[in-house]
């Protein structure tokens, strides 16, 4: 009951606990995560090599600068010239969608290429990989990103983290984890990050699916060498907790193919 002139309490117009949604542009995808990825948030697909993560990423990155979003996009598992011709196979013009500010490319393959090429005569091989991969280069490389002010919505790609993590303690994961999240807040963007699976320690993945706010399963069918499908699963996603059932995808040149019926 309000105390003399006080008024009555009155709830918010805005019920903060309403997820704002990034919608993937897979109507699978959008349908079984309820609308899409939650914004901010950072979503990991994780599965082993060759399942289609990255193919998945491109055709996400596809979807989202046709919705108009900001898109900071670091290439570590391949160069920037063989991402922007998977892009360019989505219809995407990479190169106007660049001097129009909306598409920045953070090529770290053909960095750590340069530092290997420059440290090689001199340092020991058991040091090459740290000294060109290291963590702190994705935060300098982004931190313009996240402060910069767009009315866009942002979308930051991590294709893959997992050279990051080769040779990481799930100590340090737990750590760069937790500044990867913080940096997507700031930025109030969806980052993608991909994580290949039966490379890294058990520990680091089990560290990563419990710090992201999502996490996509992608696993090839057995006996599979060669990419053909897999089953995908949305593990969790925002404050839904609950797995989804597995669907079969197929890849082909157009992109990912979803089946509509669920696995029994």
């Not at 309820?34 to 990423?57: C, D, E, Y």
């Not at 909306?102 to 740290?130: C, H, W, Y």
């Amino acid at each position: 009951m309000p105390l003399g002139n006080e008024e009555p309490l009155r709830s918010s117009p805005r019920d903060y606990r309403q997820e704002a949604l990034q919608l993937t542009g897979i109507p699978l995808l959008d349908k079984i995560t309820g609308g899409g990825f939650p914004r901010p948030s950072a979503v990991a697909l994780m599965g082993p090599l060759g399942s289609g993560k990255s193919t998945m990423i491109r055709e996400m990155v596809a979807n989202f600068l046709r919705q108009g979003c900001h898109v900071l996009y670091y290439c570590i598992d391949d160069p920037a010239e063989v991402v922007k011709l998977g892009l360019e196979d989505h219809h995407i013009a990479v190169a106007e969608i660049e001097k129009e500010g909306r598409l920045e490319f953070v090529d770290m393959f053909s960095l750590g290429a340069q530092k290997l090429a420059e440290s090689l005569q001199t340092a020991d091989p058991n040091d090459i990989l740290e000294e060109t991969l290291k963590f702190g280069d994705l935060l300098s490389y982004g931190r313009n990103f996240a402060l910069q002010h767009t009315d866009e919505p942002k979308a930051m790609v991590l294709d893959s983290i997992t050279p990051f993590f080769l040779l990481t303690e799930a100590r340090r994961v737990f750590q760069y984890m937790q500044v990867m999240r913080f940096a997507t807040r700031i930025a109030r963007a969806v980052t993608l990050v991909s994580l290949h699976t039966e490379v890294v320690d058990q520990n680091i993945e089990n560290a990563t699916a419990n710090l992201v706010d999502g996490v996509i399963e992608m696993r090839k069918r057995t006996g599979e060498v060669l990419l053909k499908g897999g089953t995908l699963k949305v593990l969790r996603m925002g404050r839904n907790l609950t797995p989804s059932r597995g669907y079969y995808y197929q890849i082909t040149n157009q992109g990912i193919v979803f089946s509509n019926t669920p696995l029994i």
